[in-house]
Nanobody
Framework: QVQLVESGGGLVQAGGSLRLSCTIS????????MGWYRQAPGQQRELVAA???????NYADSVKGRFTISRDNAKNWVYLQMNSLKPEDTAVYYC????????????????WGQGTQVTVSS
């Protein structure tokens, strides 16, 4: 089984920082991209940050300059450093991975973690 486990969420005051971590284990190969999504109450899930195997990154406009995504390819871990947090950042954050169930399979699938709650107070 493929398992993604997020950690690092919690309650923090506005202006504070958190670092989210995601560990990936199980039968997954040829990881092409890893990223973080979030979903606030009553809102659609949205992309926060993503990192590809080629080294490129992209961020939602709302978090540029405040959040940084990084990855450890050898360990299949991905991180999200969140600085200058705002109440608007309050959401459940999900780890997402594009990979394949078999090596050299050629088709990528989405794998998701269970999410970790981030709450930013005023």
């Amino acid at each position: 089984q493929v398992q993604l486990v997020e950690s690092g969420g919690g309650l923090v005051q506005a202006g504070g920082s958190l670092r989210l971590s995601c560990t990936i284990s199980g039968r997954i190969f040829d990881i092409n991209a890893m990223g973080w999504y979030r979903q606030a109450p009553g809102q659609q899930r949205e992309l926060v940050a993503a990192a590809t195997s080629g080294g490129s990154t992209n961020y939602a406009d709302s978090v540029k300059g405040r959040f940084t995504i990084s990855r450890d390819n050898a360990k299949n871990w991905v991180y999200l450093q969140m600085n200058s947090l705002k109440p608007e950042d309050t959401a459940v954050y999900y780890c997402n991975v594009h990979g394949s169930p078999y090596r050299n399979y050629g088709v990528q699938y989405d794998y998701w973690g269970q999410g970790t709650q981030v709450t930013v107070s005023s």
